[in-house]
């Protein structure tokens, strides 16, 4: 049972254009949000997150937004650079003592010049 | 960066043979996680600790073990190894709010 889905594989943006990557959940009581970005042959690093009393968080170029009712989590990049091609991964957790993240598919993007 | 080191960061290795994956951090965070990475299915959870000597089992810890006698190191064994576990491997530090990952051990059982 896939609690977080990503369910575009690849996306192909041009550059200066928004890139928008969307994740969904089936678990109500996840209420912390996270999107990672992924090279290939490194680990995966910390882009933005966002908490479930919120439905906006801004960082530079990254913008993740929540909707709640309907279980849906969007990350908006803009502008779209060529360093920007890599996977992402939206991430999710309960508040729980275990602090565990449960992942999605990922998404490949693809900036093009 | 955050200072995670994983060793070794790659191996080959027999159906059968046992394998330890070591992973070490400077950070001295409470908790340490390992996730395997396959194509369709995103990271996914082994064992994580919160503790030194507290461990608890992810999504998919079937046929792996672990252990941390300090706090610093964090060790993955695969008791037998099997063709299902070829994977990536990563190691992660961190809490609910943000985790931070090693660069990865890339497994290959033959």
């Known amino acids: 049972d896939q609690q977080v889905k990503q369910n575009s594989p690849s996306l192909s943006v041009q550059e200066g254009r928004i890139s928008i990557l969307n994740c969904d959940y089936t678990?109500?009581?996840?209420?912390?949000f996270l999107w990672y970005k992924k090279y290939p042959a490194e680990g995966p690093t910390f882009l933005i997150s966002i908490s479930s009393i919120k439905d906006k968080n801004e960082d530079g170029r990254f913008t993740v937004f929540l909707n709640k009712s309907a279980k849906h989590l969007s990350l908006h990049i803009v502008p779209s650079q060529p360093g920007d091609s890599a996977v992402y991964f939206c991430a999710a957790s309960e508040n729980q003592g275990a602090q565990k993240l449960v992942f999605g598919q990922g998404t490949r993007l693809t900036i093009n010049p | 960066d955050a200072g995670i080191t994983q060793s070794p960061r790659h191996k080959v290795t027999e159906t059968g043979t046992p394998v330890t994956l070591r992973c070490h951090q400077t950070e001295n965070h409470r908790y340490m996680y390992w996730y395997r990475q396959d194509p369709g299915h995103g990271l996914r959870l082994i064992h994580y600790?919160?503790?030194?000597?507290?461990?608890d089992k992810g999504e998919v810890s079937d046929g792996y073990s672990v252990s941390r006698s300090k706090t610093e190191d964090f060790l993955l064994t695969l008791e037998s190894a099997t063709s299902s576990q070829t994977s990536v491997y990563f190691c992660?530090?961190?809490?609910?709010?943000?985790?931070?990952f090693g660069p990865g051990t890339r497994l290959l059982v033959l």
């Open positions: 600790s919160y503790g030194v000597k507290d461990t």
């Open positions: 678990n109500s009581m996840f209420d912390y």
């Open positions: 992660a530090i961190g809490t609910q709010e943000t985790q931070y």
